[in-house]
């Protein structure tokens, strides 16, 4: 099965400008105070006696994001501070252990080499759990998407999945499944003798979005939960078409030390009981709900529960 991205209210407007080239390093702390006090009042000791002793040693956790995925991650033009539903999700599980966690703006192609680099803790930025990813991290399940097209309200190709993309201009963003599936996709059709997909590939997924509101590209493909927060707030610009396709789980990616066998990274325990400590208390319903992506909500969260 192809999955999606491995990959994001005014502050849906960093969609659609350039602001998004950012290099800030930004705290999401959940604290019980403002300006950051100590996290004690959704400390469970469970959990977070499962966090290694040279982890808990730091008191906060670097997670890393690539911001330009509304309503997943994204930067708030505002107050240019990083928000999203990850970013509640990832603040929410550091509660639960009883750290802190900083998100830091990342490259999405270059947030795996940095997990293994030792950069971050960890990373919450829309990654879908594949088995290809688990040969170098591990993932902790926490929500499930697929793939949707969309493209300017007006005119555009009529598509209906991935065959009917042979000579439309389509614009992803680096890194991604999306990528990955167009290029496959291009090969068929000139195999069967039809025009290639014209791909145009882009660092963010904002640039992807401006370069259909400039007519660029006829299409772009992103995570369901994306795409349709894009067209929920390009202001009619947009519209859904085509089916979605590709159904598979987020996962939080955790850097797996050399040697270390699959499922065994030093974080994995720990933050699959905070996932199942969230869901369980209602926290994490009500973060889906405020950014309404309920419906990609999963019960039973795993390590490594990638189908293909």
């Given at each position: 099965m192809t999955q999606p991205r491995q990959h994001r209210v005014q502050r849906a407007s960093a969609l659609f400008g350039a602001g998004l080239a950012i290099t800030l390093v930004v705290s999401a702390c959940g604290s019980s105070t403002?300006?950051?006090?100590?996290?004690?009042?959704?400390?469970?000791?469970?959990?977070?006696?499962?966090?290694?002793?040279?982890?808990?040693?730091?008191?906060?956790?670097?997670?890393?994001?690539?911001?330009?995925?509304?309503?997943?991650?994204?930067?708030?033009?505002?107050?240019h501070q990083i928000e999203g539903?990850?970013?509640?999700?990832?603040?929410?599980?550091?509660?639960?252990?009883?750290?802190?966690?900083?998100?830091?703006?990342?490259?999405?192609d270059?947030?795996?080499?940095?997990?293994?680099?030792?950069?971050?803790?960890?990373?919450?930025?829309?990654?879908?759990?594949?088995?290809q990813r688990e040969g170098t991290v591990d993932f902790v399940t926490y929500f499930s998407a697929g793939t949707s097209f969309y493209e300017a309200a007006k005119g555009g190709p009529p598509v209906t999945g991935l065959s009917s993309l042979c000579g439309v201009t389509v614009g992803v963003e680096k890194g991604t499944t999306q990528q990955s599936d167009a290029q496959a996709q291009s090969k068929k059709c000139t195999s069967a003798g039809k025009k290639a997909v014209s791909l145009s590939i882009y660092p963010d997924q904002t640039g992807a979005n401006l370069a259909l509101s400039s007519g660029r590209v006829q299409v772009v493909m992103a995570d369901s939960p994306v795409?349709?927060?894009?067209?929920?707030?390009?202001?009619?610009k947009f519209k859904l078409v085509g089916p979605t396709y590709g159904t598979a789980p987020y996962g939080i990616a955790v850097p797996r030390p050399n040697g270390?066998?699959?499922?065994?990274?030093?974080?994995?325990?720990?933050?699959?009981?905070?996932?199942?400590?969230?869901?369980?208390?209602?926290?994490?319903n009500s973060i889906l709900k405020k950014w309404g992506i309920e419906s990609g909500a999963i019960k039973n969260p795993v390590i490594n529960g990638a189908t293909s």
């Open positions: 403002s300006g950051g006090g100590q996290i004690t009042e959704k400390k469970q000791s469970s959990v977070a006696n499962l966090v290694p002793k040279s982890i808990a040693a730091k008191k906060t956790l670097t997670v890393a994001t690539d911001p330009s995925y509304a309503p997943n991650e994204f930067v708030n033009p505002s107050n539903m990850d970013v509640d999700l990832g603040t929410a599980l550091g509660q639960v252990m009883g750290l802190k966690v900083k998100f830091v703006s990342a490259g999405f270059s947030i795996i080499p940095g997990l293994a680099a030792g950069r971050y803790d960890f990373s919450m930025s829309s990654f879908t759990d594949t088995k795409a349709d927060y894009a067209v929920k707030k390009s202001g009619g270390t066998p699959a499922g065994q990274a030093p974080l994995d325990k720990a933050l699959l009981a905070a996932m199942k400590q969230v869901i369980s208390d209602g926290t994490y």
